[in-house]
């Protein structure tokens, strides 16, 4: 385990709050290592844009996912820079990469035409 920052209870809060939701934590996982498009997690989740959007919405406000713009497409990727980074490191290491859910999304993890 890295060195935690210390931080206040409401901003932990916050923190897990974003994490919490099964969606957000799994693509989380997947941001851990990749830079994804949100029209690949439209088809890793096959979930709506507008949904997807609201995830990373929620994750970005707490600060755990960076977003680059590249013409009209958004990519996002885990902010290691974040103080919550150690934190939400020590959560995601908790899923093994044998989870079902996690190889299934992982198996649906192509490029897809948008980008």
Known sequence: ???VL??????????????????????MKLVETNELCVCQFVEMFDMSQPA???????LKQA???KEKRRGQWRFYSMNKESVHA???????SCIAE???HLKNLRAKEVPVDCC
């Open 98 to 100: 044998s989870d079902p």
């Open 86 to 92: 150690v934190l939400v490191t020590d959560i995601l």
């Open 6 to 27: 210390k931080q206040s209870a409401a901003d932990v809060t916050t923190c897990l709050k974003a994490v919490s939701d099964p969606t957000r934590l799994m693509m």
């Open 52 to 58: 997807i959007s609201q995830h990373l919405r929620k």
């Open 63 to 65: 600060g755990l996912v």
């Open 1 to 3: 385990m890295g060195t």
